[in-house]
């Protein structure tokens, strides 16, 4: 491995060189409380917060047991990994729904694969970074939109037919997509920058296609049009929501293809061939002018009667792929995950968790034998 694997850093080092940032980091992400923390290290909740803002350094005896609560090994909470440049908030779909706990450990996964990320760009060259500089006004307009949607297509090279895989166009153009572990379907698909490179996370538990294109381009919207807007706001999300319905299907293709009365049978045939929900044909038909307010009205009583999934099931979610590649290719080069995760100061589950994250998982096969 380029550079040796990094040893282990003593506690007394450890102590020396004590990085608050990092404590806060992991507690958050083990989703423990200051007050649960301290009672299992054996301090004050008080303590705690003074380590975390870098009033007070914890003893050698302190931070073994701290580092022991949290699973992660000392030499996490040592100085020389950097925080991210530009830690900022992240884009959350959805703000109400989701507990301030929820969105703290979500954001805390973001800044841990970050640290992975680095490690394994220390190793391999992770594609470069290439997304579109689009201007956009303020306040925008619906035609802002579907300009600012146009001139990204014609930047990614793509013509006005379907987008053939969302994800992977994001990861052709160095933005970094991952999977969320263990997510509650309360925490929906978020985008953050870390230091210079944005990442995506998607929610596996909803694993339909057609969202995970949908809230993919949701999230390519929030950092081509929202870079450096304060997140949480209504008008943001339905920006980057009509950004990412421009995006997968382009107005003018998509207007001359729709049929002009509630021909399900052909709206089927459209959500295979632009991988878009039916309920997101039937909206935009209703948004371009193709069915009157009645017709709509009908379109969405009948999907509701439906429910979800609803019927055309399109197949499994768009995955992400890139950092399980190139573990794959690293370890062919005898660099191990248990490798980056020393070079990240992570422990080795946690990086496979990491890369587990993102890497592509395909339906099983599973034979059932015949009765003779």
Sequence with gaps: ?????????PVTAAVAGFEPHALGLARRWRRMRKNELARQVGVTAAAVSQYELGQARPSAAVLARLALALAMPVEFFAAG?????????????SLRATSQAERDQAEAFGELAWRMVEAVGRQLRLPQLRLPQLDWPEPARAEDVRTAAAAA????????????????LLEAHGVIVLSLPDASERVDAFSHWYGQRPFVFLNPTKNDKARSRMDAAHELGHLLLHHDAEPGSQLLEREATAFASEFLAPS?????????????????????????????????????????????RRGMSLLAQWGHPEP??????????????????LDQQHTTIEDLAAHAGLPAALARTVIDAATEHLPELRLTPTSP
């Design 1 to 9: 491995m380029t550079g040796g694997v990094r040893p282990p850093v």
């Design 81 to 93: 990994v950097p925080a991210p440049a530009s830690p900022g908030r992240a884009h959350f779909r």
């Design 153 to 168: 297509r014609a930047e990614f090279g793509l013509d006005d037919g379907p987008v053939p895989h969302m994800v992977r």
């Design 252 to 296: 003018t293709t998509l207007a001359a293809e729709l049929p002009t009365r509630l021909d399900f049978d052909r709206l089927h045939e459209l959500k295979r061939r632009w991988g878009i929900s039916l309920k997101a044909l039937v909206y935009r038909g209703h948004d371009l002018g193709v069915y009157r307010d009645h017709t709509y």
């Design 312 to 329: 055309g099931d399109l197949g499994p979610r768009e995955q992400p792929t890139l950092l399980g590649r190139a573990a794959t290719l």
